[in-house]
């Protein structure tokens, strides 16, 4: 049979103080002097005492937990693999929630109408490129219930992550011009998400910039690949001018190599494509796809981070943090 698990009360005496000592010198709280501190450490450590996790919560009244969610519907956040933006950065997540204590609860994208919300008890949210209006969001300040945004939420003061969608963009775009594309088109979804706004910003630039024709496809992103399917078939029989597509969501971009496959456009020798998450849509693709390393582990850490120095309450806890600069990923996709 195994030893009953050390107490509090245990370390107390092997200590020589009392437990209310040893809760303070473990928390680090009160007045307890260096010399007592470092007794009540090395009795604990000597005992193979662990604090109750449960105990802690109950004193404090916090979960430390953290719930990752997003208003983005599974065809474009996951796919049917469920391997998609949304999960790598929750990978991410968890590992450096666990580092500060906390566990992360990941909801997934839900196509029903059942408020996750009302299944939860968490300290705080991750909400992953919420939407103008986005009614999680919404649903989250009703409840008093702290979030932080990865990619800055388009007419809210929330803190953030900022993403910098306009530079990924711009990088996309300038490398399917350096390739010689004369007539790029953009497909992108109608959510109002601060990266695909940010996008349209960056291509309004670029083609004032290059002196070229917009050729804009917008699709809703429920209809995922079926989407990015309907609108580069769209621009093709309207535009045939076309000879680069870039594809703000990696669902979409699946849907217009089969679009461009259909209507007999090689890729890259007719038209070049390149989209903007590095993911395994992309790189499974045939061709394989230019994307752009969006270093969603980073993002995720700084999103943890800005979070619980919220959470905390620290008086000088930025609104937005801004994370390295995405990079292009090169591939067959754009190589003529």
Do not use: W
């Amino acid at each position: 049979m195994s030893s009953p698990r050390p107490t509090i009360s245990d370390v107390a005496r092997e200590a020589g103080v009392s437990p209310t000592t040893v809760s303070h010198a473990l928390r680090g709280m009160g007045q307890v002097q260096a010399g007592t501190r470092a007794r009540v450490i090395d009795a604990a450590d000597r005992l193979g005492y662990r604090p109750s996790v449960r105990a802690q919560r109950l004193r404090s009244g916090k979960t430390r937990s953290i719930a990752l969610m997003s208003s983005m519907p599974t065809a474009v956040s996951a796919g049917s693999s469920r391997l998609g933006f949304f999960t790598e950065v929750a990978a991410a997540a968890a590992e450096s929630a666990l580092l500060h204590g906390y566990s992360l609860v990941l909801v997934p994208p839900t196509e029903t109408s059942l408020n996750p919300l009302s299944h939860l008890d968490v300290d705080g949210v991750i909400l992953v490129e919420p939407s103008a209006g986005d009614p999680l969001a919404h649903e989250l300040r009703s409840r008093h219930l702290p979030y932080v945004a990865v990619g800055r939420q388009p007419g809210a003061d929330v803190p953030h992550v900022d993403m910098a969608g306009g530079q990924g963009a711009t990088l996309l775009l300038d490398h399917l011009h350096d390739r010689g594309a004369q007539a790029v088109a953009l497909v992108a979804a109608t959510s109002k998400r601060r990266s695909y706004l940010d996008t349209f910003a960056a291509y309004d630039a670029f083609c004032h910039r290059t002196g070229q024709a917009p050729y804009v496809g917008l699709a809703a992103e429920e209809l995922g690949e079926d989407g990015g399917y309907g609108e580069t078939a769209r621009l093709l029989l309207k535009h045939p001018q076309i000879d680069a597509v870039c594809v703000v969501v990696d669902a979409f971009a699946t849907g217009a190599l089969a679009a461009l496959a259909e209507a007999g456009r090689r890729v890259p020798q007719d038209v070049l494509v390149a989209t903007r998450y590095d993911g395994l849509r992309a790189k499974l693709s045939e061709p394989p796809l230019t994307a752009l390393d969006l270093d969603l582990p980073a993002v995720a850490t700084a999103a943890i981070d800005l979070l619980l120095r919220h959470l905390q309450g620290e008086v000088n806890a930025p609104r937005s943090v801004q994370v390295p600069p995405a990079g292009l990923v090169a591939r067959r996709s754009t190589r003529r």
